[in-house]
C-alpha cells in the first residue's frame, strides 16, 4: 500500500480523483479540480496524495488528453488587456520605432494587433504615454524595471531547459509512443527515434497497391474494450485512445462457419472433432502434471499432442462415451453429440495481429425459436410415448449405440483437426512444434483484457498517428549501438542519407521488437548481462502473415465477419489460407478479404512471390466457392511478410521450447541505471497486445521518472554494482548468483508482493489439480475423495472455488454428486454456516449456484434437510436478495421443473391407466406446448417458477380433459 498510515482516507480521496478522471477522460485533470470538488469530510492532503500518484502513474491523465485552454479561441489564452498591458507593449514598440516617422495612429494599429483588441477605448492614454516618452526621452524606470526581471526569468527559463532531464525512446510503436507522451507530459526532454518512414510499428493500416480503403496488415483486434468488474479485468487501454479519438468501433461476432469445400462442416462432426481437441489437450495437460518441470522444459506442446493422439489411436480411445450415434429410422446412424447450436458458429479467441488467441474454438448457443422449441420438446414426449409403448416408461431414453472403438481418423476428421491445430498455431504465431508444452499458455492465469473484441474502422494506427503528433518523433532513423557511460546514455544513429549522429541522454527505452533483439541489430556497450541476452534468445517470435484480395464484388456471406475454410490435411498444408476475414463490414462495403496465415506455413510464405500467394489463396477460397468466375480475379492485392521486415523480423512474441514466463520479467529488467526495456515482449500478463505493449510503455515510463528524480531509484540495485577488475575475479558461479540478485532488485520496489502473488497462484494451481483428480474420479462414481475435500474445506475462499469447479464438472460428475447424500449433508452446513453471516454471503451464493447445476432427487431434497433450510425463514431474512432469489428458484426443484417433464408427470398416470391413447397423448402434448411457446415459456425452460409450474399444469389439464 502506499500509503499505509491512512488506508481508508486515501481510498476515498483515490476513488474521488477516480471519478472526477472518468466523467471526462479526454480532458487534462488537475489537481485543483480535484481539490476543488472533494466533499467537505476528505483530507485534501489525501486529495492531493491521490491526484499526485495516480497521474504519476499514469493511471489519470492517460493518452489523447488536451488542457481546457486546447477548447478555447486563440484571444482568451492572451494577457489580461488593460492600462499596464497597454503601457508596456507601447513602450517596447517606441524602443524599436523610428521616432521620425512613427504616427501615434500606427501604433495603436500594432498594439490593437499585438494584444488583440481594439485600442479605441485606451486613445487618451496612448497619446499621453507617447508625450511622456517623447518629454523623458526614453521610457520610464517601471518599464525597464519589469524589462529586467523578464530578462531573468528567461535566462533562467533558458538555464532549466540546458539542465532538463533527457530521454531517448528508440521505436515509435504503442510502447515507444505511450512512453514518450507520458514523458514529456511529466516535463521530461524526450525525442523519440524511428527506423521507419512512418510511426505504429507492427500497427500499420495500409492503402495502396489499389487499394481502395486502409487495410491493418498487422495488429488489427482491440482485445476487449470494456472492463470486467467482476473479473476484475481492464479493457485494452488503446481502447481509450480511439474514444478520446472519437472513433467507431466494430464489434467481432462470435460466429466463425467452417466449410470443407463448398459444404459447410457438419455441425455434429464438427463438436465432435473439438471435444477431441479438447481430451487431447487435457491427456497434455495431466502428462504435465505427472512430469518433473525438467524432463518437461525442452518438451513442445506439438509432440505432447502428438503422443496423446497416437496413445488414443492405440487404445481405440478416439471418442468418448460423450460422441454417440443414435438410430434413424431407415437404420443409419446420425450423430447427436452436443447441445442445439448455431452450425458453424465457434468463438473467436484474441490475439495480437488480428489473431485469435492459443484458446481451442468453442461454440455459444443460438437462440431458439418456437417452431424449433416446439419440434424439440415433441421429440422428447414423442420417444417417452413410444417407449412406453414398447413396455418402457415413457420417460425413458431410446437406446443409443455409441460410436465403437476407433483406431484411425476418418480423412474429414482428420482435415478438421488440422485446422483447429492451426487456430492454435495462429493464437501463438508459431507452429505447435516450436512452442513450450509446460509454459505455452502462462498469460492465461492473468485473464487478458475485458469486453468484447474489436475492430477499428479505418485503421488501427488512426490513434497511435495522433499520439505522435505531439511528439518530437525522428522518422527514418535506425538505431545502431546504445552505450552506458558514467555520464550519461550514448546512442549512435544512423539517418539515411545522412552520417552517423550520436545523441546523448539521461535514459534510453528500447521498445523495438523482440524479433530485433534477437538478430542484434543493436550492439550494447557494455554488453547485455547474460541473463538478458539467454532471455532474449530464450523467448520465442513468431510469425503470422496475410495476403490482401480486393475484388470487384462481394461472393461470401457478407453478414460473417469471417469464415475458416478445411484444407486437405498435412502439416505442410496446415495454417495456409486457413481463416479468411471480411474486411467488407466495416470499411464501407469494399470487397476486401485478408487471408490468413500462420504456423510454419506464414515463414514458407515469404519464399514465395506475391503471385504465387495470391495463387495460393484464390485456389484455397474456389474449393469453397466453386464454379467458373464464381471467385473472380482480385484486383488488387498485398502481401505480408513480417519476418523478411528487417524493422520487426516477426509478428509478436511466443513461449519457445525451453522458455517460460519469468523470461518476460527478464526481458522487462532494466539494465543497468540507464536502459530500460518495453515492448509486448516484455508484458508477461498482456504479451503478443497493442494493449500489453502500451502497458509496458507506461511502466518503463514511471520507472524512467523515478530514476530521473531519485525518487524513487534503484540505489539498492546500484550499490551492488561490483567495479569491473573486481568481478573478474567472481567464477561464473558467483557472476551468476550476482546478477540474479541484481535482477531481482531491478525489478523494483514490488518484488516481493510478485513473488508472493506468484506463488500464491502456483498454490492455487496445485489445489485445483487436486480438485479437479476428484471430480474425474466422481465421473466414475467415486465420490469419496470429493468428500474428503469438501470435509476438510473451512475458508470462505476455498468454498467458493471447490463450488465453482464442481458447477463446471461434466455431467456425469453432476450426477454422481447428486446422488450422494453425504455430499449434499456437506453442503447443507455450508448454508448453515453462511446463512446470517455477511462475510459468508459469497459461500451462500456459490452453494446455491452449485445447487441449481446438480440433479438432485426430490426425496434427497427433504432427506438432507436441503429444502427445508432453503424453504426456511433464515434464508428469507438473509440482507442478501439476491441470493434468496436463488433459493427460490432453486427450491421449485423439488417438483416437475421444466415443461418435458411437467407434461410427462400429468399426462403418464393419464396414459398408464388408459384413460387416453397415444395419439391424444401427442395431441395434448403438442398443443400444450405450443400455446406456452406463444405465451413466451420455452419448450426447454429449466426452473419454472411455482405460479408458472401451476399455469402449465392447468393448461395440460384443461386440454386433457377437453378430449377424454
Not at 373 to 387: D, F, I, K, N, Y
Not at 798 to 824: F, H, K, S, T, Y
Request: with cysteine; net charge negative.
Amino acid at each position: 500500500m502506499k500509503f499505509p498510515y491512512s488506508t481508508n482516507s486515501y481510498l476515498e480521496a483515490r476513488n474521488h480523483v477516480l471519478m472526477q478522471w472518468h466523467a471526462n477522460a479526454s480532458a487534462l485533470l488537475t489537481e485543483e479540480q480535484c481539490v476543488a470538488t472533494a466533499p467537505e469530510h476528505l483530507s485534501l492532503t489525501r486529495v492531493r496524495e491521490a491526484f499526485q500518484f495516480l497521474d504519476r502513474q499514469g493511471i489519470i491523465n492517460f493518452g489523447l488528453v488536451r488542457s481546457l485552454e486546447d477548447d478555447k479561441p486563440a484571444a482568451w489564452v492572451a494577457t489580461v488587456v488593460d492600462e499596464a498591458a497597454v503601457s508596456f507593449t507601447l513602450h517596447e514598440l517606441l524602443a524599436s520605432a523610428d521616432l521620425q516617422t512613427v504616427t501615434e495612429k500606427s501604433l495603436r494599429q500594432q498594439l490593437a494587433e499585438k494584444l488583440e483588441t481594439d485600442m479605441g477605448p485606451y486613445k487618451k492614454f496612448i497619446r499621453a504615454l507617447v508625450g511622456d516618452y517623447l518629454e523623458r526621452g526614453g521610457p520610464p524606470p517601471e518599464f525597464l524595471a519589469k524589462q529586467a526581471a523578464l530578462s531573468a526569468a528567461a535566462a533562467g527559463q533558458a538555464a532549466e531547459a540546458a539542465s532538463k532531464k533527457k530521454v531517448i525512446v528508440i521505436g515509435a510503436g504503442p510502447a515507444g509512443l505511450t512512453a514518450a507522451s507520458h514523458l514529456q507530459r511529466h516535463g521530461v526532454e524526450v525525442v523519440v527515434l524511428e527506423a521507419r518512414d512512418r510511426v505504429g510499428g507492427r500497427v500499420h493500416s495500409f492503402q495502396g497497391h489499389g487499394l481502395r480503403a486502409p487495410v491493418d496488415l498487422g495488429a488489427s483486434i482491440v482485445t476487449g474494450t470494456a472492463p470486467d468488474v467482476k473479473s476484475g479485468l481492464r479493457p485494452d487501454p488503446s481502447t481509450l485512445l480511439l474514444r478520446q479519438l472519437g472513433r467507431d468501433l466494430h464489434t467481432l461476432s462470435r460466429d466463425l462457419p467452417l466449410h470443407d469445400g463448398p459444404d459447410p462442416v457438419d455441425a455434429q462432426l464438427d463438436a465432435r472433432i473439438e471435444r477431441l481437441q479438447n481430451r487431447l489437450m487435457d491427456d497434455a495437460a495431466a502428462a504435465l502434471a505427472d512430469m518433473p518441470e525438467a524432463a518437461s522444459a525442452w518438451l513442445s506442446y506439438g509432440a505432447l499432442l502428438e503422443r496423446a493422439l497416437r496413445q488414443r489411436e492405440a487404445e481405440g480411445t478416439l471418442f468418448g462415451s460423450d460422441d454417440e450415434e443414435e438410430e434413424d429410422a431407415t437404420g443409419g446412424a446420425k450423430s447427436v453429440g452436443g447441445d442445439a447450436r448455431e452450425a458453424g458458429a465457434r468463438d473467436v479467441p484474441e490475439a495480437e495481429g488480428g489473431a485469435p488467441g492459443p484458446s481451442g474454438a468453442t461454440r455459444h448457443p443460438a437462440e431458439v425459436d418456437a417452431e424449433a422449441a416446439v419440434r424439440t420438446c415433441m421429440q422428447a414426449m414423442l420417444r417417452a410415448v413410444e417407449g412406453a409403448e414398447d413396455g418402457a416408461e415413457p420417460g425413458s431414453q431410446t437406446p443409443r449405440r455409441r460410436v465403437g472403438p476407433r483406431h484411425t481418423l476418418l480423412p474429414e476428421e482428420r482435415r478438421l483437426l488440422e485446422w483447429h491445430w492451426a487456430n492454435l498455431e495462429y493464437g501463438c504465431s508459431a507452429s505447435l512444434s516450436e512452442i513450450s508444452a509446460r509454459h505455452w499458455n502462462q498469460d492465461e492465469e492473468f485473464g487478458g483484457f475485458g469486453g468484447p473484441h474489436c475492430m477499428v474502422p479505418g485503421g488501427y494506427d488512426a490513434a497511435f498517428r495522433v499520439l505522435a503528433a505531439g511528439l518530437p518523433v525522428r522518422l527514418g532513423c535506425a538505431v545502431d549501438a546504445v552505450a552506458d557511460a558514467a555520464d550519461g546514455a550514448r546512442v549512435s544513429v544512423r539517418v539515411a542519407g545522412a552520417q552517423e549522429e550520436r545523441l546523448e541522454a539521461d535514459a534510453v527505452i528500447v521498445t523495438v521488437p523482440l524479433g530485433v533483439l534477437k538478430a542484434g541489430a543493436i550492439a550494447f556497450s557494455p554488453a547485455l548481462a547474460a541473463w538478458k541476452t539467454a532471455a532474449i534468445q530464450r523467448l520465442g517470435f513468431g510469425c503470422l502473415n496475410k495476403v490482401v484480395l480486393q475484388f470487384p464484388r462481394i461472393f461470401w456471406d457478407n453478414g460473417l465477419d469471417y469464415f475458416g475454410g478445411v484444407a486437405p490435411a498435412g502439416e505442410q498444408r496446415r495454417g495456409r489460407c486457413f481463416m479468411f476475414w471480411n474486411l467488407a463490414r466495416h470499411n464501407g462495403g469494399v470487397p476486401l478479404l485478408s487471408c490468413l496465415v500462420s504456423g510454419a506455413a506464414a515463414r514458407r510464405l515469404e519464399a514465395d512471390s506475391d503471385e504465387e500467394a495470391v495463387a495460393v489463396s484464390l485456389r484455397a477460397l474456389r474449393r469453397l466457392f466453386p464454379g467458373e468466375g464464381t471467385v473472380p480475379d482480385p484486383e488488387a492485392s498485398v502481401v505480408t511478410r513480417w519476418s523478411a521486415d528487417p524493422h520487426a523480423r516477426g509478428s509478436y512474441s511466443y513461449v519457445a521450447v525451453g522458455a517460460s514466463g519469468k523470461d518476460y520479467d527478464a526481458l522487462a529488467a532494466p539494465v543497468r541505471r540507464r536502459i530500460l526495456f518495453a515492448g509486448e515482449h516484455t508484458a508477461r500478463a498482456h504479451p503478443d497486445t497493442v494493449g500489453g505493449a502500451m502497458l509496458s510503455g507506461l511502466r518503463e515510463a514511471v520507472r524512467a521518472l523515478a530514476l530521473l528524480d531519485g525518487s524513487e531509484g534503484l540505489e539498492d540495485y546500484l550499490s551492488m554494482q561490483e567495479p569491473s577488475t573486481k568481478r573478474a575475479r567472481l567464477d561464473s558461479s558467483q557472476q551468476a548468483e550476482l546478477e540474479e540478485r541484481q535482477l531481482e532488485l531491478v525489478l523494483g520496489r514490488d518484488v516481493a508482493r510478485r513473488m508472493d502473488e506468484q506463488r500464491a497462484r502456483e498454490a492455487a494451481r496445485a489445489d485445483q489439480k487436486v480438485v479437479w483428480r476428484a471430480i474425474l474420479l466422481a465421473s466414475g462414481g467415486d465420490v469419496s475423495s470429493l468428500a474428503d475435500l469438501l470435509h476438510s474445506t473451512g475458508g470462505a475462499a476455498g468454498r467458493v472455488a471447490l463450488a465453482q469447479c464442481l458447477r463446471q464438472a461434466d455431467a456425469r460428475a453432476r450426477a454422481a454428486v447428486a446422488a450422494e447424500p453425504e455430499v449434499l449433508s456437506i453442503l447443507h452446513s455450508w448454508l448453515e454456516d453462511s446463512v446470517g453471516n455477511s462475510l459468508h454471503t459469497p459461500v451462500l451464493e456459490a452453494v446455491l449456484r452449485l445447487l441449481q447445476a446438480l440433479p438432485v432427487g426430490a426425496d434427497l431434497l427433504r432427506s438432507t434437510g436441503l429444502a427445508t433450510l432453503v424453504a426456511g425463514p433464515r434464508l428469507r431474512r438473509h440482507s442478501d436478495s439476491d441470493s434468496n432469489g436463488k433459493g427460490a428458484a432453486w427450491l421449485s426443484r423439488a417438483e416437475p421443473h421444466d415443461v418435458p417433464s411437467l407434461v410427462e408427470s400429468v399426462l403418464r398416470p393419464m396414459f398408464k391407466a388408459g384413460r387416453i391413447s397415444k395419439d391424444q397423448y401427442k395431441d395434448i402434448a403438442r398443443k400444450a406446448v405450443a400455446r406456452l411457446a406463444r405465451e413466451k415459456v420455452s419448450a426447454g425452460e429449466q426452473f419454472l417458477t411455482p405460479k408458472r409450474r401451476a399455469k402449465v399444469a392447468d393448461l395440460i389439464e384443461r386440454y386433457a380433459a377437453q378430449r377424454m
